[in-house]
């Protein structure tokens, strides 16, 4: 039967050495804006591509499978 012990040490304690928040700009704001607006613009894109693909593959094995 194996063992199962952890040979990992305590976490470290960090201590008090966390960074301080960034605060947002509006300039950060902004970008972030128009990258999510090309991401959803891209995801309509491809669903667009698999909604006519999907169909074409299906009847295209239909009729590969139907002439065999």
Known sequence: MAR???????????????VAPVPLD??????????HARGVAHERAVRRKFLILV?????GAAIALLHR
């Open 55 to 59: 169909p074409v593959l299906a009847i």
């Open 4 to 18: 199962n012990e952890s040979i990992a040490e305590s976490p470290v304690d960090t201590g008090s050495h966390s």
């Open 26 to 35: 509006a300039e950060f704001e902004a970008r972030w804006a128009a990258w």
